[in-house]
């Protein structure tokens, strides 16, 4: 499963703008490092681009590292489990391509919204 994250206006997607696509893990990890709330279960919401614009400056990206990205394995329920993580280059790129779609929507008008 994945969250998107476009620019829109009215309920439609704004054709040629930049968007996202994350894994709702990844989504859920970017969410809080950003201070912003996904909810018990809620992984679909919009926001206002400004709004974005003010929780990219106030994020705290070593929040959303999970992992160093070893490969090391831990035994869960007797299966080994890979737990490769966001790394900070990740993050970084999450960040940059949050930014260029914020920037977008200030300038066209537009709402961020996330499904």
């Known amino acids: 499963m994945s969250v ?32 912003l709330d996904t909810g018990d279960c809620d992984l679909c919401g919009s926001m206002s681009p400004k ?3 003010v929780a990219i400056v106030d994020a705290v990206p070593e929040l959303a590292i999970r992992a160093d990205r070893d490969g090391t394995s831990d035994e869960i329920f007797g299966c080994p489990f890979y737990e ?6 990740r993050i970084d790129r999450y960040l940059d391509g949050l930014r260029r779609l914020a920037v977008w929507a200030v300038a066209h008008d537009a709402t961020i919204t996330w499904a």
């Open 84 to 89: 490769m993580g966001i790394d900070r280059e």
């Open 51 to 53: 709004d974005l614009c």
């Open 4 to 35: 998107s994250i476009y620019a829109t206006r009215g309920m439609k997607i704004i054709e040629g703008a930049p968007g996202m696509n994350l894994a709702n893990g990844n989504f859920r990890t970017l969410w809080n490092a950003l201070g």
